[in-house]
């Protein structure tokens, strides 16, 4: 059975840093693309980084730079470090995995608060 629990939200103030963690179950990162979305207070949810299998890295424009997305195999854990934090931050964060070879097999966490502000 497949399973995502993100944890490491919280309150920092800009400039900040925090790392989430996405510790998964039932997921062969060699065969799944692992991503980082968030969705802040009436905006849609958005892609913010992925990686897949080799290492193979996405950003979305406004975190490149400053958000660093990496995968531990033996541990089966996603994390995304995030430095100098922005208030625009400030959202939900959840972790992804998709299947590269059946979209369908399409899988979120609950999601991790994450707030930026003075």
């Known amino acids: 059975q497949v399973q995502l629990v993100e944890s490491g939200g919280g309150s920092v103030q800009p400039g900040g840093s925090l790392r989430l963690s996405c510790t998964t179950s039932?997921?062969?990162?060699?065969?799944?693309?692992m991503g980082w979305y968030r969705q802040a207070p009436g905006k849609q949810r958005e892609l913010v980084a992925s990686i897949v299998g080799g290492g193979s890295t996405f950003y979305q424009d406004s975190v490149e730079g400053r958000f660093i997305i990496s995968s531990d195999k033996a541990n089966n854990t996603v994390y995304l470090q995030m430095n100098s934090l922005k208030s625009e931050d400030t959202a939900v964060y959840y972790c992804?995995?998709?299947?590269?070879?059946?979209?369908?097999?399409?899988?979120w966490g609950k999601g991790t608060l994450v707030t930026v502000s003075s």
């Open positions: 992804n995995a998709r299947s590269v070879y059946a979209r369908a097999m399409d899988y």
């Open positions: 039932g997921i062969n990162f060699n065969v799944y693309r």
